[in-house]
Structure formats: structure tokens, C-alpha cells
């Protein structure tokens, strides 16, 4: 099992739109998440001292090919569409790596 | 279960000293965490585009009374002599809850 958190920002006019997309998301899309092996996915919102708010993601990874599942998710119809309405609601941090969206953080502290 | 997270700054000269204590968090720190009934306990850093470095904690609490174990947590001279040498490092959001040192997070999102 591999940890993940990342970060991204919330456009404040989205905020409300996010947070009811992700209180009841869709069935298909819970469906995928754990069909390419993501367990125990958290997200949660902070307004930060810039005034801009956040989203802090924390997911465990619990298959053994997670390009090759990160993939497979992007490919499907339905996360197409689901993200198509959370990514309007994004603004990503501009000096994310190459190819993300989320960008990840450093764990600099683990204890089971 | 419940889980948490929350935030907090880190000064930019106490980055490496942070990361060098919770590299190798001594056993007694460990332990504590343990017997306090908090698992799964990660702590991620990232710096935000405002140019600060922040912290992001989360945790699972297994226990049956959180106010009380967090009690007892802050009443072992060890995690006294952890949280002396941890808190100077730290920059709490200004806007915290009273009480609260690390901002607690509004959890969104989450899947099994």
C-alpha cells in the first residue's frame, strides 16, 4: 500500500458546487475509485492565510501498477464526465510536476 | 473511527529540523500516538503559491474519547519535551479555532 496527498485550489464561486458534487457523488464513479485500487480516499477544504482556499487529498493505493490504473481511470466515460464538472472547479498550483493535475506533497511523517 | 485533518505553516528555517525529527520520531513519541488511540497518522508538506510552506496532518481516531486521550497526549512529559522542540517550528493559522493549534480541515469527500 502506497500513500498520496495532494493539493490543489478551489475557485471560490465553486466551492458550494464542489462540495455538493463530492457529498453525493455517483455511484459509477465511488465504483472506479475502487476498482483501480484507490482505498480510503479523503478530501477536505481549508481556507488558507492568503485568502484563497484549498483542497488537501489523502488516498491510499492499494494495487500494484498505479500508472496503468491512473490511466484506465482517465479512460473512463464516466470519470470523463465527472471531471468535467470538478475540474472547472480546480485552479491548480502552477508549479505542479509534469502531468499533474493535484499536485503531490512530501510525507515527512508516518506512524501506523 | 474518525478522521481528521487539519494545517498549519512551518517557518522556512525550521523545514529541515522538522523533517529531520519526524524522520526518526523518537519511540516514546511513537508509542504515545499509539496509546492515545490515534492510527494511520501522516503529515505531508507542500509550499503554496503565496510562498509559504505548509504542513497537512491527517489521522484516524480509534479511541472512544477524543478530548480526553488529547488530554492525557498533552499531559506526558515526553510529548512535552516532542511538542518543545515541534511548535516553534510551527506558524499557526491566525484563524484557527480557539483552542485548536493545527487548524482542523472540513472533510468533503471521502470513499471506503
Known amino acids: 500500500m502506497k ?5 490543489i485550489q478551489v475557485h ?7 462540495k455538493r458534487l463530492h457529498a453525493n457523488p455517483w455511484p459509477e464513479v465511488v465504483d472506479a475509485i ?8 479523503s478530501i477536505y477544504l481549508r481556507k488558507l492565510p492568503d485568502g484563497n482556499h484549498y483542497l488537501f487529498s489523502y488516498f491510499e493505493y ?17 470519470i470523463q464526465k465527472w471531471w468535467g464538472l470538478c475540474k472547472p472547479c480546480h ?13 503531490c506533497m512530501e510525507e ?5
Open 108 to 112: 515527512v511523517f508516518h506512524t501506523a
Open 3 to 7: 500513500r498520496y496527498g495532494s493539493v
Open 12 to 18: 471560490p464561486h465553486k466551492i458550494e458546487e464542489y
Open 91 to 103: 485552479a491548480p498550483l502552477p508549479d505542479r510536476a509534469e502531468g499533474e493535475w493535484w499536485a
Open 34 to 41: 475502487r476498482e483501480v485500487n484507490i482505498a480510503n480516499y
Open 62 to 78: 492499494v494495487g500494484s501498477d498505479f500508472a496503468g490504473d491512473m490511466a484506465r481511470m482517465a479512460s473512463l466515460e464516466v
